[in-house]
Nanobody, 115 residues
Framework: QVQLVESGGGLVQAGGSLRLSCAAS????????MGWYRQAQGTQRDLVAI???????NYADSVKGRFTISRDGAKNTVYLQMNSLKPEDTATYYC?????????WGQGTQVTVSS
């Protein structure tokens, strides 16, 4: 059974930094893309950043220059370094792994940025 386990969320002041991690356990097979999404209360879940198995990255305009996504393929782990955090970054952050079979989601980790 595959599980994605996230860590690193929390409460931080505006301008601060956090680093999220998401690791897969179980026999997940070949991973194509790894991504981070976020959902603020009362809104839809939106893409924050994605990284392909070739290392190509793509970011939402709102986080470009502040967030960095990276992956460790050997560990089936994806990271999201978040700098210069703003109150509008407050949301539940979810990781997602695309495979050649099913897609997998993490359980979500809360990030709260105080002003």
């Amino acid at each position: 059974q595959v599980q994605l386990v996230e860590s690193g969320g929390g409460l931080v002041q505006a301008g601060g930094s956090l680093r999220l991690s998401c690791a897969a356990s179980g026999s997940i097979g070949s991973i194509r893309n790894m991504g981070w999404y976020r959902q603020a209360q009362g809104t839809q879940r939106d893409l924050v950043a994605i990284i392909t198995n070739g290392g190509t990255t793509n970011y939402a305009d709102s986080v470009k220059g502040r967030f960095t996504i990276s992956r460790d393929g050997a560990k089936n782990t994806v990271y999201l370094q978040m700098n210069s955090l703003k109150p509008e970054d407050t949301a539940t952050y979810y990781c997602k792994f695309n495979t050649w079979g099913p897609d997998y989601w993490g359980q979500g980790t809360q990030v709260t940025v105080s002003s």
